[in-house]
C-alpha cells in the first residue's frame, strides 16, 4: 500500500484536530496522560494512524502445515499427568471433541515416558498417521529412539539447536518429522519482555542457519507465548514472521515459512480464584489465532493450582472450537494486515527486537547469554514492582468463590 503525501498531510489534519478534541474533553490532562507503553517502552496509543507505519504493508505468509484438513490451524490437546492410561482416555476424548494435534507435556506434570510400551499405551486407539504429535521443547534425542514406531506420523521432536550431535541426527530423521523448536516462549515466562522473546528467537535462528546451513529449514519451528494482552500478541506474532523473513533472506532464502507453536502463557494464571484465568486464556487464544500461529495450546483454566479434570481439558478445547468453528476467525489470511495499531506495532516490535538481537549476537549469540539472562530477569523485576492490578487477584476478589476441581498434582 503506497501513501501519497497528499494523504499523509490529510491524515495529519485529522490526527490534529482529534489531538485538540480530546485535549478539551480531558478537562486539564494531556494526551501524555492517557498514552500507554509496554514493557518495552513502545507506545500503544490511544490512537494509530496510516501516517505511523510508513509507506508500504506487506501480508504475511504462513506455511503449509500437515493435516489440517480445512482447518486454519491446529488445535492442540495437553496431554500430561503420571497416569499413561488416564492420559490416553483424555487424548482420545480431546480429539473426538475437536482438537486435531496432541502436546505431550513434560517437565514438572510430565507424563515421563520411558519405554516404547509405555508410548504405545498412550498412543493407543490414536491414529497417530493423520494426528501431529508435539513435544516440549528441549526434549531429548532419546525421543528418536523412542519414537520408531511411528515413522509415517507427523513428529515434532522440539530438540534445542544446541542439543549435542543434533548436526548428524537431522538427516536421518523420517521425512515427516520436525527436529528443532527454538523455545523463546520461555523467555517469556521467565518473565521476559516481547522485544527480548523475539530477539531470543532471532539469535537463535541466526545460530541454526550459521551451523547447519539451508538444511535446517525443514526441521525449523518456534514455540511463543501468548497472554492475556491479545493485541499486543497479534503484533508480535507478525512481527516473528518478519524477523524470521529478514534472516532467511540474508542467508539466501526467499520466501521461507515459519512454523509457530503458540501456548498460553504461564506466568499470567492465578491461583487464587482460578475461574478468571478462562478470560485470560480466551484472550490468549484470540491473539494467537489473529497473529497466526498454526499450532494453539491453550492451557487448562486449572494449571496453576493442579491436574486438570476432564471439564478443565473440554473448556481449554472448547475455547478454540468457539473461536474456529462459530466466530470464524481463521478464514481471514493475516487479519490484522491494514489495522494501523497492528501494523504500527508490528514494526515496531521488529525493530526493537532486531536491535536487541545485534546485542546478543556482540555478547556471543544463543552460546553466551549471561547479560541477556540478566537483562530478562530485570524485566521482570521491574513488572513485580509495578504491581499491576489483577483481575479476580486484587480486582474484585471474592473470598466466597469455591476453588474450581483438580486432579491433584
Known amino acids: 500500500m503506497d501513501i501519497t503525501s497528499k494523504e499523509i498531510n490529510s491524515v495529519q489534519k485529522l490526527k490534529s484536530e482529534w489531538d485538540t478534541l480530546v485535549v478539551k474533553g480531558l478537562n486539564g490532562s494531556t494526551i501524555e496522560d492517557?498514552?500507554?507503553?509496554?514493557?518495552?517502552?513502545?507506545?500503544?496509543?490511544?490512537?494509530?494512524?496510516?501516517?505511523?507505519?510508513?509507506?508500504?504493508?506487506?501480508?504475511?505468509?504462513?506455511?503449509?502445515?500437515?493435516h489440517l484438513e480445512g482447518r486454519s490451524w491446529h488445535i492442540t490437546a495437553v496431554i500430561y499427568g503420571p497416569d499413561v492410561n488416564y492420559a490416553n482416555e483424555q487424548a482420545l476424548i480431546d480429539l473426538e471433541g475437536g482438537a486435531s494435534a496432541l502436546?505431550?507435556?513434560?517437565?514438572?506434570?510430565?507424563?515421563?515416558?520411558?519405554s516404547n510400551n509405555e508410548l504405545s499405551r498412550l498412543l493407543n486407539g490414536i491414529h497417530t498417521e493423520y494426528v501431529p504429535i508435539v513435544l516440549t521443547p528441549n526434549s531429548s534425542l532419546d525421543n528418536i529412539d523412542l519414537f520408531k514406531k511411528f515413522q509415517k506420523s507427523s513428529v515434532y521432536l522440539g530438540l534445542d539447536p544446541l542439543t549435542h550431535?543434533?548436526?548428524?541426527?537431522?538427516?536421518?530423521?523420517?521425512e515427516n518429522w520436525r527436529g528443532v523448536t527454538i523455545n523463546s516462549a520461555k523467555i517469556h515466562n521467565d518473565g521476559g519482555t516481547e522485544v527480548q522473546e523475539l530477539a531470543h528467537f532471532a539469535s537463535s535462528v541466526a545460530y541454526c542457519f550459521r551451523t547447519f546451513?539451508?538444511?535446517?529449514?525443514?526441521?525449523?519451528?518456534?514455540?511463543?507465548c501468548t497472554n492475556q494482552d491479545a493485541h499486543l500478541n497479534i503484533a508480535k506474532l507478525r512481527a516473528a514472521r518478519a524477523i524470521y523473513s529478514n534472516i532467511t533472506r540474508e542467508f539466501g532464502i526467499k520466501d521461507a515459512s515459519l512454523t509457530i507453536h503458540s501456548t498460553s502463557s504461564e506466568r499470567m494464571m492465578q491461583k487464587i480464584d482460578a475461574w478468571t484465568n478462562m478470560l485470560r486464556l480466551m484472550s490468549a487464544g484470540f491473539g494467537a489465532v489473529v497473529g497466526g500461529a498454526d499450532f494453539i495450546t491453550t492451557l487448562p483454566y486449572t494449571d496453576p493450582i493442579g491436574l486438570p479434570t476432564k471439564m478443565g481439558h473440554r473448556v481449554s478445547r472448547n475455547m478454540q472450537i468457539m473461536m474456529m468453528e462459530e466466530s470464524h476467525l481463521g478464514l481471514v489470511n493475516d487479519p490484522a494486515h491494514g489495522s494501523f495499531f497492528h501494523e504500527r506495532m508490528t514494526h515496531a516490535l521488529t525493530d526493537k527486537a532486531w536491535s536487541e538481537f545485534q546485542n546478543i549476537e556482540s555478547e556471543g549469540g544463543i552460546e553466551n547469554l549471561s547479560r541477556f539472562h540478566l537483562r530478562v530477569k530485570k524485566s521482570s523485576e521491574k513488572r513485580l514492582l509495578q504491581n499491576e492490578p489483577i483481575l479476580g487477584v486484587t480486582l474484585h476478589a471474592d473470598e466466597?468463590?469455591?476453588?474450581?476441581?483438580?486432579r491433584g498434582f
Not at 501516517?51 to 502445515?65: A, H, P, V
Not at 502436546?103 to 520411558?114: A, D, M, Y
Not at 546451513?213 to 511463543?224: D, F, R
Open 400 to 406: 466466597t468463590i469455591p476453588t474450581p476441581e483438580i
Open 34 to 66: 492517557i498514552t500507554r507503553k509496554t514493557d518495552d517502552n513502545i507506545i500503544r496509543g490511544p490512537l494509530s494512524t496510516s501516517d505511523d507505519i510508513g509507506s508500504k504493508t506487506k501480508i504475511l505468509q504462513r506455511g503449509t502445515i500437515p
Open 165 to 174: 550431535n543434533l548436526e548428524s541426527a537431522l538427516p536421518n530423521l523420517p
Open 103 to 114: 502436546r505431550l507435556q513434560s517437565g514438572e506434570k510430565t507424563l515421563n515416558i520411558k
Open 213 to 224: 546451513g539451508k538444511g535446517i529449514l525443514k526441521h525449523l519451528n518456534v514455540e511463543l
